[in-house]
């Protein structure tokens, strides 16, 4: 059997109490975590719509791997699951799968009603998801806005779960003394901060076409968020639709943490090889790359033009804009206690090269100095290697990845219907209203991305 150890086996938003010192060791701050619960409520009005249900699977996937405390749903969940995953006849059963719980709410827990409250609205933290069109967010539960305009394309809703569990978590470890009783939005289809979310959009459209032919290099927090937007989106016929996937590691224990389609069952499998499986389940085509990704890497004609990168690394980054895709679209994840909630996009081929725009690796931050890692020195827990390990270990968080990833594949459904790409997309999770977002200058040539017509049932 595998022997794991620490850097792989501590869970990465547990991390986040050691590096803040706010926990004075690992089994402190695992127990804090412990006492972290999320609840979720769905009304009869609302358990039908697949957009709901999107986002209610999206929330109780992020939510159990943040609230180690447990995810509780109430509501009306004996209805035929809408959502075009492998998770079950009923959306019941696709919480259970999920790994949440089907129960009332707790006193004091943090609870996100989807759509319209079947509940009146708690006196603690209490939002609800709100999406249309390609506009998703929150809005405090007794807010009586709504939006206006058609469907909502399943991304919309993904992010609106995303940004509520978000939210949560902000609100559980005290942090904002508006959290909860804000409007947090944007449009994925015209991100930048001038838009209100709020409001429908003249030229925003209706999802009418889809990617085919996509090519996602990096199969982590990112990557499986990356899949798991694509499984939500409503192909007509999925096994039209041909992914590679590039990764060369094996998931370890503290990928559960952060990848949304990660179980302890698969710890120990190539994640190429346990993604793969996942896509065909979804009625996907996937060809697995189990080889680095760098500069001596080469597209063969023929295969995905368009290519999603969730490479952490500055290495690999380098070579995006040298390996022939015509197209790169890349999010990178911050990775301190302060910052992990950041998120910065880029399209590429750009004006500066990709060498250019990763000239090194990011800067870990110095932690070595806080009580939690001082401790372990101390008590001979670990040397001081394994310690530097544990300590140059990022703290990840699973919402960050998926609220990436709905930014990563709105740039792809937007170049498909004519919309404008970004050359650069800087977020901030907590402060989302501070966002930049800068359009790209010109177009992209010659790029055939592969793509078919989405079902409109």
Not at 48 to 67: E, M
Not at 380 to 392: H, K, V
């Amino acid at each position: 059997m595998t022997q794991f150890g620490p850097a792989d086996t501590l869970h990465r938003l547990v991390k986040l109490a050691l590096d803040s010192g706010t926990s004075l060791s690992r089994e402190e701050a695992e127990a804090t975590f412990r006492t972290y619960r999320l609840a979720f409520s769905i009304g009869l009005k609302s358990a039908d719509d697949p957009g709901n249900q999107a986002a209610l699977l999206t929330g109780v996937a992020l939510g159990r791997r943040s609230f180690l405390g447990g995810v509780t749903v109430s509501g009306q969940l004996d209805v035929p699951l809408r959502v075009p995953l492998a998770l079950g006849d009923t959306l019941g059963s696709a919480v259970l799968a999920l790994g949440g719980s089907i129960a009332e709410p707790g006193p004091e827990v943090p609870l996100i009603s989807i759509g319209k409250c079947g509940n009146s609205p708690s006196s603690g933290f209490h939002v609800r998801t709100e999406f249309s069109g390609w506009r998703g967010g929150i809005l405090p539960a007794q807010s009586d806005r709504t939006l206006a305009g058609g469907p909502a394309i399943p991304l919309a809703a993904m992010l609106s779960a995303s940004l509520a569990v978000n939210e949560a978590f902000l609100a559980i470890r005290g942090e904002g003394g508006a959290v909860g009783h804000r409007s947090v939005g944007l449009s994925l289809w015209d991100p930048s901060p001038e838009t209100d979310w709020l409001i429908e959009a003249e030229d925003e459209p209706e999802l009418r076409f889809l990617p085919s032919k996509l090519w996602l290099i990096g199969l982590g927090n990112l990557g499986q968020a990356y899949l798991w937007g694509l499984g939500l989106l409503p192909y007509g016929d999925p096994g039209k639709v041909a992914l590679v996937l590039q990764d060369i590691d094996k998931i370890v224990p503290s990928n559960v943490s952060t990848s949304i389609l990660t179980e302890a069952s698969l710890v120990g499998q190539w994640k190429t090889r346990a993604m793969a499986t996942w896509a065909e389940q979804r009625g996907f085509s996937a060809s697995i790359q189990e080889r680095t990704f760098d500069g001596s890497f080469h597209r063969n004609p023929g295969e995905p033009a368009i290519a999603l990168c969730g490479l952490d690394n500055a290495l690999g980054r380098q070579a995006l804009d040298r390996v022939g895709f015509d197209l790169v679209i890349e999010a990178g994840l911050g990775r301190g206690h302060r910052d992990f909630r950041n998120i910065r996009l880029h399209t590429l081929p750009a004006k500066r090269s990709a060498a250019e725009i990763w000239r090194e690796e990011p800067r870990v931050e110095a932690i070595l100095e806080q009580a939690a890692y001082r401790k372990m020195l101390g008590d001979g827990d670990l040397d001081r290697c394994g310690t530097t390990l544990l300590a140059g270990k990022a703290v990840g968080a699973p919402f960050v990845g998926t609220s990436a990833a709905c930014l990563v594949l709105a740039e792809v459904l937007r170049f498909l219907h004519g919309g404008p790409l970004h050359s650069l997309e800087d977020v901030d999770l907590q402060y989302l209203e501070y966002r930049t977002v800068v359009k790209r200058q010109g177009g992209i040539a010659c790029v055939n991305p592969g793509f078919v017509a989405a079902c409109t049932k």
